[in-house]
């Protein structure tokens, strides 16, 4: 079997350069945990349907199991692992998940902060339904998606918005 | 679940673009990969080379002007979606573009890759067929535009040649007197819809001059229905040229039941639209 050709990619990741050799049907999701070691991103489906392995790709959020890593040349990608703080504490949606028991598992989790982090850049003071719009791609199997509502009302709480200050529940766990 | 080996190109110029097309019977355009690289992922597909169109110059524009909104191969569902100038020549751009997929699909999607790609159950090629508009495509032979009514020829095949590469969709603006409405039922919203139906009804400021109805995931290519003569039974009409599908997610009963009951309503909706924008045009 003749072996396969590789390609030599530079994938600005967080803030950092990572070059890696990788074949042409690498994708974007295996080259991240594989090839940059950055296990953040998490791999459900495959084809697009669970978000889990959403990343922030020149900031918007996208599906990095539909993307190959020879695509991504030309982009500024951030995975769960650059959303923390430069002095390393949380960010605000990171810290509203923790509040408000966001997760239970875990294995959705990195998608969903991903997400919500791109979301209320665009929005910063959704609605409960624009909250519900915000995650509506994105599945989990275990929280029912209550606390994942709550947490996008509390980060964008932390964040300076006004409109979950109106959710009474929040308020007391802001204790 | 991985993708085959395939050779990988990514062209800066269209000329490049076009000739490797030419010179490579396997070869297929990647756009935005979001029907392309699951198919591969699941090995239902396996071309042997990808062409990324990702990084040629121009081709994301959406041009509006008093004839329609143009919109370029590179043009993603999100930017169409956001174009308040296109909402306004077309609004139903916007209208069908809100249930295509979830946002985050739609940041990477093409609205023209999504044409091609020719799913009976994806909005935008029932729309252009709807709105009677076209694709413009190039080869390596030259240029040509192909009527929506020419483009779908069966379930993901379109008419264009294995070397073209689309470059532009056209959609028609909405003429005075005219008005849209779309509905769709989802499992749930950004899902494929189990039936979407669009209508597109004409008027002379009163009277209904003509009126259309488009089908989303009932038939194997995106369907359009003449209702102009059975305004007061539309689904009737409607069903009476249809075969719904069955498939895991509906019987073709329920799928028949859901073209009952969207018809007369998207019907009514587009006709409201119409007369509410013949009044604006001419205040009586
Ligand atoms: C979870 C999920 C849900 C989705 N839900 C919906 C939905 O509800 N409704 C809907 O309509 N779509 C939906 N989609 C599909 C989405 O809209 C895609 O954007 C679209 O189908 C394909 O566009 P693309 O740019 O990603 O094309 P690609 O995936 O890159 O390509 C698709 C096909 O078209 C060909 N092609 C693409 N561009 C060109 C070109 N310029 N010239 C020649 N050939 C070309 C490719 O070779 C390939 O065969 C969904 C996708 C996912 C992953
Ligand atoms: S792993 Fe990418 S969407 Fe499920
Ligand atoms: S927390 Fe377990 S899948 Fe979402």
Redesign the interface.
């Known amino acids: 079997m003749t072996s ?2 590789l ?1 030599d990619v530079r994938l600005h990741v967080n803030g950092s350069v990572h070059e890696v050799r990788v ?3 690498r ?1 974007l999701s ?1 080259a991240l945990r594989h090839d940059c070691g950055l296990t953040g991103t998490h791999v459900g489906c ?3 349907v669970c ?1 889990a392995c ?1 990343i922030l ?1 020149d900031g ?4 990095s ?4 890593a ?2 991504a ?2 982009a500024e990608i951030t995975t769960v692992e650059g959303l923390t703080e430069a002095d390393g504490s949380l960010s605000p949606v990171q810290q509203a998940f923790s509040d408000c028991h966001g997760l239970q598992c875990g294995f959705c989790t990195p998608g969903f902060l991903t ?1 919500i982090t791109a ?1 209320l850049r665009d929005n910063p003071d959704p609605s409960e339904d624009e909250a519900r ?2 995650i ?2 994105n599945l989990c199997r275990c929280t029912g998606y209550q606390n994942i509502v709550k947490s996008v009302l509390r980060a964008s709480q932390i964040q300076g918005g006004t409109k979950g200050e109106m959710q009474g529940e929040i308020q007391e766990e802001r204790g | 679940m991985k993708p085959a080996p395939f050779a990988y190109l990514r062209p800066t110029t269209l000329e490049e673009a076009l000739a490797a097309l030419a010179g490579e019977q396997g070869a297929k355009v990647l756009a935005g990969g979001q029907s392309l690289v699951p198919l591969l992922s699941m090995r239902l597909a396996a071309p042997s080379m990808l062409v990324d169109v990702n990084g040629l110059p121009d081709l994301d524009h959406v041009h509006c002007d008093p004839s329609g909104v143009r919109i370029g191969a590179l043009a993603r569902h999100a930017h169409v979606l956001g174009s308040v100038e296109a909402a306004e020549v077309q609004p139903l751009l916007a209208l069908a573009l809100s249930h295509v997929a979830h946002p985050t699909i739609r940041n990477r999607g093409t609205t023209v890759g999504s044409i091609v790609h020719a799913d009976a159950a994806a909005e935008m090629p029932m729309v252009l067929r709807l709105l009677e508009g076209s694709v413009d495509v190039m080869s390596v032979r030259g240029r040509r535009t192909i009527p929506a009514a020419e483009l779908f020829a069966g379930p993901l095949e379109s008419t264009l040649a294995h070397d073209e590469l689309a470059v532009e969709a056209f959609f028609p603006a909405l003429p005075a007197g005219a008005g849209v409405a779309f509905q769709e039922i989802a499992r749930r919203h950004g899902d494929y819809a189990l039936v979407g139906v669009a209508a597109l009804v004409e008027t002379d400021g009163d009277e209904v001059t003509r009126a259309r109805v488009g089908f989303v995931s009932v038939s194997d290519v995106p369907v359009v229905v003449d209702v102009t003569h059975a305004l007061d039974a539309p689904a009737t009409a409607a069903l009476a040229e249809l075969d719904p599908a069955e498939d895991i997610h509906a019987t073709a009963a329920y799928r028949a039941h859901l073209v009952s009951v969207l018809t007369p309503r998207v019907v009514a909706a587009a006709t409201d639209h119409a007369r509410s924008r013949a009044r604006e045009v001419s205040p009586a």
Do not use: Q, Y
């Not at chain 1, 918007?60 to 599906?63: D, S, Y």
């Not at chain 1, 199991?65 to 190959?68: E, I, K």
């Open positions: 396969e050709k390609h074949p042409a049907r994708l295996d495959e084809h697009g978000g959403t790709v918007a959020p996208v599906r199991c539909l993307m190959f020879v695509s040349v030309d997400t979301g719009e915000m509506a791609g």
